[in-house]
């Protein structure tokens, strides 16, 4: 993880994926506003790779649309959930709070 300590992490991030129609739509949306690398690989273990050795996520990330997501692209939004339980609980210390708004229901 980056060695510069928590106080130049971003306090919040929204991102809107109410509108994207696809996966690769969806690493854009990422790459943009996590401020991925150039070379950032648009695919699920690029991500992680990003998130846990490249960048540093904010203290709070909101989704905003997430249902989405959901129903649009079922297994990116699952993906999702799990990497960021996944972070959280590998990386305490970097613990990222995600908002799921417009969860569709369990």
């Not at 854009?28 to 490249?54: C, H, P, Q, R, V």
């Not at 649309?65 to 999702?80: R, S, T, V």
Request: aromatic fraction near 12%; charged fraction near 25%; charge should be negative.
């Amino acid at each position: 993880m980056n060695s510069l300590g928590n106080e130049s992490r971003r306090k919040q991030v929204t991102l809107d994926v109410s509108t994207i129609q696809d996966s690769m739509e969806l690493h854009s949306l990422l790459k943009k506003e996590l401020e991925l690398s150039d070379f950032y690989g648009m695919n699920w273990d690029a991500f992680w790779d990003a998130i846990t050795g490249l960048v540093e996520l904010p203290e709070t990330l909101i989704f905003e649309g997430w249902n989405h997501i959901e129903q649009k692209l079922p297994k990116d939004a699952q993906m999702l959930i799990n990497i960021f339980k996944d972070f959280n609980e590998q990386y305490p210390l970097w613990k990222c709070k995600v908002v799921y708004k417009n969860k569709l229901k369990p």
